[in-house]
C-alpha cells in the first residue's frame, strides 16, 4: 500500500487539487509541504494533533515538513469557521503562543539538520508596506470569488470585517513566498481551509506561471459533527498543565462508539490491519478499543510513563477497590430503581450532582457526565441494577467523582 493510499484508507484525506501529482509527490517522497498554525492559545489541542501526526507520516515517507507558526497571521485573525470575529491578541500574546507551539511541536516532528523546517510568517508579513503588496498581488484576487468562498460566505450575514476579509490574502502570500524561498510545493490544512489554500495555488501560478497544489484533511468530528477537542468549552491540550495525562487519557476513553475506530484510524500509528480486526468488536471488547486509543494518544502526547500511569489510575479509580474513602457516596434503595433499571439523570439528582432534571439533561447534553468509565450520551439512559453490585463511580465534568452503592 502506498502512503496516499493509506491516508486513504486511513479516512485523512478530503479534498486535493491535483490527485496524481500529489500521488507521484508524497509517495515518492518529493513533496516539500507547509501546514499553518495560527497562535491564538499557549497550547496546541487535540484537534491540532491531527495535523502534527500527518506530518509526522508525511515525513517518516521522505517528505520535507514545514511548520508555519503563525505570528503574522494571527495578527488578523482567520474567519473559517467561525460566526464571529477572534479575538485580538497583542503582539506579545502572539509571540508568547509561538513560542510554546514551537516547544510542543519538537516532540512530534524531526526539526534536525536537512529535516523538517519551522518558520515564522512575521518575519515577512509584518514588514510588507500594504501599497506595495497591493500591487505586487492584489490584482490577482477577485473579491467576487473571494465572497462565493465558503470561509467568507458563511460570515456575510453576520458581518465580516474588513480586517478578516485580508486573511485570505496573507495565507496566500504564505505559499506563495514558501514556493519561491524554499520550493514548497504542497500545502496542507483542515478541510475548513480550502478556499484560502486554493487562493495560494492560483497566486503561484498566476504570478509565477507554476503548479503548486493543496491537500486538505478531514476535520476531526464526533458522530454529531462537532469538532474533537479543539472547540470552545471542550478543548483538550497538548499542554500536561492545561489537560494533565490523566484527564487527557480519560477524554479518549470516553469517545462515543461511534467514533472510536475513526479515530484509531486517523490518528493513531496502529497498523490498519490491526484497527480493522476491531470493527466487530461490541461491549467489554469495544470498551477494550478505546483504552488501546487512550493508551496510544496519551503515549504519543506525553510518553509511555505517563501512559501507563494514566491507564492505571483509571482502573483503580472505577474499581472498588480504588475507591478512595472519602468520596461521596449515596446509598441506592430498592425504590429508586423501576422494572430494575434506574434513569441516570435520576441519580445525578439524588447524588447532589445536579439540582434539576433540567441541569440533569444540560450536563448529559454536554458530554459531561461519565457512568463508570462510559460516557452518557443519551438523557433517556438507565442503568440495571446490575451495575451497581460493586458500586459505581459517576464522574461529573472531569474532576467530581460521586459513588452509588446499593442498600444492604
Not at 13 to 29: F, P, R
Request: hydrophobic content about 40%; proline content about 2%.
Amino acid at each position: 500500500m502506498t502512503l496516499y493510499d493509506e491516508l486513504v484508507a486511513r479516512g485523512l484525506i478530503a479534498q486535493v487539487t491535483d490527485e496524481e501529482e500529489i500521488k507521484n509527490l508524497i509517495n515518492s517522497g518529493k513533496a516539500v509541504f507547509y501546514i499553518g498554525f495560527d497562535c491564538t492559545a499557549d497550547s496546541l489541542t487535540a484537534g491540532h494533533f491531527l495535523a502534527l501526526t500527518l506530518m509526522k507520516r508525511l515525513q517518516q515517507a521522505g517528505n520535507t515538513p514545514i511548520a508555519l507558526i503563525g505570528g503574522g497571521t494571527t495578527m488578523i485573525g482567520d474567519p473559517s469557521g467561525r460566526t464571529d470575529m477572534r479575538k485580538m491578541l497583542t503582539r506579545e500574546d502572539i509571540d508568547h503562543n509561538a513560542a510554546c507551539f514551537k516547544r510542543q511541536m519538537e516532540r512530534f516532528i524531526d526539526f534536525g539538520p536537512g529535516k523538517a523546517l519551522m518558520l515564522n510568517n512575521a518575519d515577512w508579513l509584518l514588514g510588507l508596506n500594504y501599497v506595495s503588496l497591493l500591487r505586487e498581488v492584489g490584482a490577482c484576487f477577485s473579491v467576487n470569488n473571494m465572497l462565493r468562498a465558503e470561509c467568507y460566505r458563511n460570515r456575510m450575514e453576520r458581518g465580516l470585517s474588513f480586517l478578516e476579509f485580508n486573511y485570505m490574502i496573507m495565507q496566500s502570500y504564505d505559499f506563495y513566498h514558501l514556493y519561491k524561498t524554499h520550493g514548497c510545493n504542497l500545502q496542507c490544512g483542515g478541510d475548513d481551509q480550502w478556499s484560502n489554500m486554493l487562493g495560494g495555488t492560483e497566486l503561484i501560478r498566476r504570478k509565477l506561471g507554476k503548479d503548486a497544489y493543496a491537500l486538505t484533511v478531514t476535520l476531526l468530528t464526533d458522530s454529531q459533527g462537532h469538532k474533537m477537542g479543539k472547540t470552545a468549552g471542550n478543548a483538550v491540550w497538548l499542554d500536561p498543565d492545561k489537560t494533565p495525562p490523566y484527564e487527557f487519557y480519560q477524554y479518549w476513553r470516553n469517545v462515543g462508539d461511534g467514533d472510536v475506530l475513526k479515530c484509531l484510524r486517523m490518528l493513531t500509528f496502529l497498523p490498519l490491519e490491526e484497527i480493522d480486526a476491531m470493527a466487530g468488536w461490541e461491549g467489554s471488547e469495544l470498551n477494550r478499543a478505546k483504552e488501546i486509543l487512550a493508551y496510544e494518544l496519551t503515549k504519543l502526547v506525553h510518553g509511555e510513563e505517563e501512559a501507563e500511569k494514566a491507564k492505571q489510575a483509571s482502573h483503580s479509580l472505577f474499581s472498588k477497590a480504588g475507591v478512595a474513602e472519602d468520596m461521596p457516596t449515596t446509598v441506592l434503595e430498592k425504590s429508586d430503581f423501576t422494572d430494575g433499571k434506574v434513569a441516570v439523570a435520576d441519580l445525578l439528582v439524588k447524588g447532589g450532582l445536579a439540582p434539576s432534571k433540567g441541569e440533569a439533561k444540560r450536563l448529559i447534553q454536554q458530554g459531561g457526565i461519565s457512568a463508570g468509565e462510559e460516557k452518557v450520551a443519551d438523557f433517556g439512559a438507565t442503568l440495571p441494577v446490575a451495575a451497581f453490585e460493586n458500586g459505581l463511580v459517576v464522574r461529573k465534568g472531569k474532576k467530581v467523582y460521586h459513588r452509588f452503592v446499593l442498600s444492604d
